[in-house]
């Protein structure tokens, strides 16, 4: 089983439209959640860190659940300009990031 | 600031070539690391180094050796190239090393593909 799963999509949705991404993970250990974003062909940049109780940062809601070992994504009111990959991302204290494979999200005018 | 740089973007190699990429980071960052990207399998760690003078391996270490002999530079030696070598790689910077809520920078890439 992966470390970090989730859907790979694509979410094809239309502007200003409310998406929602899942991202479960395997290792109970896991200590600090973020969410990095993917431009097609470019690095990845970080996008929001996940805290317990749960943050927001413009139209983008994080949300993590240790019990069920998931964090979430939501946005609100889509852009074109959010089209990319979203990349789950763990820290489970081995002084590396593991990376979930990513959710492709396409936001169509 | 230039932040990650990478060199080259893109490489073709041969079967059984050797090759250097390149990183280098201006922002005096302690932690330094290595990760390939294959389609449908997210980034994977290869080699990562926490200061000048220390290495470790990391998830895919086999086929490629690291140096850290100063803080700005990690070049990523590849010994003999195979052809599942073929991947993005990305080099990636953190302030300090083992602090979880540190972003981590990221190169551009160099696209490498081995024939």
């Known amino acids: 089983r992966k470390e970090v799963e989730q859907d790979p999509g694509p979410f094809n949705v239309p502007e200003g439209a409310t998406v929602a991404f899942n991202c479960t993970y395997s290792n109970s250990a896991s200590q600090s959640f973020f969410w990095y974003r993917q431009d097609c062909r470019k690095e990845p940049k970080l996008l929001m860190s996940?805290?317990?109780s749960g943050n927001e940062d413009g139209r983008f809601t994080a949300q993590l659940n240790r019990a069920s070992q998931y964090i979430s994504l939501l946005i609100r009111d889509s852009k074109l300009s959010d089209s990319a990959t979203y990349l789950c991302v763990l820290d489970t204290g081995r002084r590396a990031l593991t990376f979930g494979s990513g959710t492709r999200l396409q936001v169509q005018p | 600031n230039a932040g990650v740089t990478q060199t080259p973007k893109f490489q073709v190699l041969k079967t059984g070539q050797s090759m250097t990429l390149q990183c280098a980071q201006d922002?005096?960052?302690?932690?330094m690391s290595w990760y390939r990207q294959d389609p449908g399998m997210g980034l994977r760690l290869i080699h990562y180094?926490?200061?000048?003078?220390?290495?470790d391996q990391g998830e895919v270490p086999n086929g490629y050796n690291v140096s850290r002999s100063t803080t700005e530079d990690f070049p990523l030696r590849l010994l003999s190239a195979a052809p599942s070598q073929t991947s993005v790689y990305f080099c990636?910077?953190?302030?300090?090393?083992?602090?979880?809520?540190?972003?981590?920078?990221f190169g551009p890439g160099t696209r490498l593909t081995v024939l």
């Open positions: 922002m005096n960052h302690e932690y």
């Open positions: 990636a910077s953190s302030p300090h090393a083992g602090a979880s809520y540190n972003e981590q920078f």
């Open positions: 180094s926490v200061g000048a003078g220390i290495t």
């Open positions: 996940v805290y317990s």
